[in-house]
């Protein structure tokens, strides 16, 4: 399984292994659909062991920033290899999420 989460009292926690597509969709938006919409919780998106992403990665990102509350929301993208950040990089992304 690519995807795995874990809820803590104020934080979402996300793990993306191997390639994050269009074919991780329902799995993704599974891993954050029971917290609350705009609840003010922080979602930590562990991208240590992602390999690739595409467009539709980024649409399911923005999506999750939309569901965490746009500015209210908290989403951290961390441990993005140079490759994934590269490409979140060329797409503005850092002006929309914290990554490291």
Known sequence: MPITSQVNDDTVNITIAGRFDFSCHKEFRDAYRNT???SGKKF???MSQTEYIDS????????LRE????EQ????L???CNEVKDI???????K?????
């Open 44 to 46: 930590i998106i562990d």
């Open 67 to 70: 569901h965490a509350g746009s």
């Open 73 to 76: 929301g908290s989403v951290h």
């Open 56 to 63: 539709s990665a980024l649409g399911m990102l923005l999506l």
């Open 78 to 80: 961390k441990g993005c």
């Open 36 to 38: 609350p919409a705009g």
């Open 88 to 94: 979140l990089m060329v797409s503005n992304f850092d």
């Open 96 to 100: 929309l999420f914290e990554i490291s």
